[in-house]
């Protein structure tokens, strides 16, 4: 059999530990992920569109993750990579009306929104 090759999505250690016995050693590490990372980022101003704000999901969703956005501009940023076939509502839907962050919000709480 060939090499293989298994991609899977970044991970960073939080913590480690060392067990021993007679005759073995394990290690175990703790691991975090993107997921985990911006659910601790937290907004440190308010965005509140106003009434002509153009912005659409799409656009919102990069910027929060980008670290555009004003408000989470202080956090790590990140890729977004978008498939072909996503829905299009994402390009046409201005969601000013009904969406918020507030200091203290978290970056993943803004994107499940």
Same mark, same amino acid.
């Given at each position: 059999?060939?090499?293989?090759?298994? /991609?899977? /999505?970044?991970?960073?250690?939080?913590?480690?530990?060392?067990?021993?016995?007679?005759?073995?050693?394990?290690?175990?590490?703790?691991?975090?992920?993107?997921?985990?990372?911006?659910?601790?980022?937290?907004?440190?101003?308010?965005?509140?569109?106003?009434?002509?704000?153009?912005?659409?999901?799409?656009?919102?969703?990069?910027?929060?993750?980008?670290?555009?956005?004003?408000?989470?501009?202080?956090?790590?940023?990140? /890729?977004?990579?978008?498939?072909?076939?996503?829905?299009?509502? /994402?390009?046409?839907?201005?969601?000013?009306?009904?969406?918020?962050?507030?200091?203290?919000?978290?970056?993943?709480?803004?994107?499940?929104?």
């Amino acid at each position: 059999m060939g090499e293989e090759y298994d /991609a899977c /999505a970044p991970l960073w250690v939080i913590a480690q530990t060392f067990n021993s016995s007679p005759g073995k050693l394990d290690c175990t590490l703790s691991l975090i992920g993107i997921p985990n990372l911006i659910a601790e980022d937290k907004a440190n101003a308010s965005y509140i569109p106003d009434s002509d704000d153009t912005k659409s999901v799409k656009t919102l969703i990069n910027a929060i993750i980008a670290k555009t956005l004003a408000c989470y501009s202080h956090c790590a940023a990140y /890729a977004v990579e978008w498939e072909d076939g996503y829905d299009n509502l /994402a390009d046409t839907y201005k969601p000013k009306d009904s969406f918020r962050i507030y200091v203290g919000g978290s970056r993943l709480a803004a994107l499940r929104r």
